[in-house]
């Protein structure tokens, strides 16, 4: 579908025709006024060169003309626009409003599915794996598996910072019936060693991916157990050692005692020369 086609197809505002794109599936519409307080704007200001015109074009009631794609000045502040739109829905989605509506979202798997076959088609949760914009693409989160997969979707123009490295952990712990309940199966092998935080902070009792701790624990297993095996081996070749010492030993005895026989056995002769030498 070409742009074109879709700014006529969403009359509406800039919020609306920008999370109607194809590749912004997995963007919500944040309110007007959540845009507009200056709280909210807090530390995205200053990163920008023309954040006044890029909130004027996000507030906009209207969807872009067809003529505004032949000017440089608008597609230079709509690409600050986007970023500023982002980042601001990055502190949406933590509201209960905008919690609620990923809520219905990833309930209704509108962000995908797990790809590891024993998570048995599992909803995901959009995250991004950083916090600042153009270094890491948006990723999805698996809370069965507790991994970080690549979306199946196209979402080549979702920057991760959209989305925060804490959110997952927020909707989930936010809405505890959404943990799925299920036996890990592990199966895979890991690509990327997450590990969940909430602003920051690791969260208490949570130590990454789930697969991961499965192959710790054979890990620790084989530790545990190698000394013993280890411990057995070393009693048998003691035993074996020392075994070999009684026979070496005994071996010797035999010998000392066949020549001290030997010597007895040649003392009478040696007096029998004697007294022979005297007569």
């Not at 879709?6 to 505002?13: D, L």
């Not at 190698?226 to 030993?249: A, C, F, G, T």
């Amino acid at each position: 579908m070409s742009e074109e086609s879709q700014y006529s197809e969403h009359p509406g505002g800039w919020i609306e025709w920008f999370c109607a794109h194809e590749d912004h599936q997995f963007l919500c519409e944040v309110d007007d006024e959540f845009i507009r307080d200056p709280f909210h704007q807090v530390g995205i200001k200053g990163k920008f060169n023309f954040f006044n015109e890029a909130i004027s074009m996000i507030l906009q009631p209207t969807s872009p003309e067809d003529q505004d794609l032949e000017d440089e000045r608008f597609l230079e502040v709509y690409q600050e626009a986007s970023d500023i739109y982002g980042l601001l829905h990055a502190r949406f989605i933590f509201t209960s409003k905008g919690s609620a509506i990923m809520r219905e979202r990833f309930l209704q798997g509108k962000f995908g599915h797990c790809p590891r076959i024993y998570c048995e088609k599992q909803n995901v949760i959009p995250i991004g794996l950083c916090e600042d914009l153009k270094t890491a693409r948006i990723k999805v989160f698996c809370p069965r598996c507790e991994e970080v997969y690549m979306p199946k979707k196209k979402c080549a123009d979702i920057d991760g910072a959209y989305f925060g490295k804490s959110f997952p952990q927020f909707l989930l712990m936010t809405y505890p019936d959404l943990h799925p309940k299920f036996q890990l199966l592990p199966d895979t092998q890991i690509q990327v060693d997450f590990q969940p935080t909430l602003f920051g902070f690791k969260i208490a009792g949570k130590q990454g991916s789930k697969i991961k701790k499965y192959d710790q624990q054979l890990q620790y297993n084989h530790i545990i157990t190698q000394p013993i095996v280890q411990s057995v081996e070393s009693n048998i070749l003691q035993q074996e050692q020392k075994q070999y010492r009684i026979q070496k030993q005994e071996l010797q005895d035999q010998q000392q005692q066949q020549q001290q026989s030997d010597q007895n056995k040649d003392q009478p002769h040696k007096k029998k020369n004697k007294k022979k030498h005297k007569q």
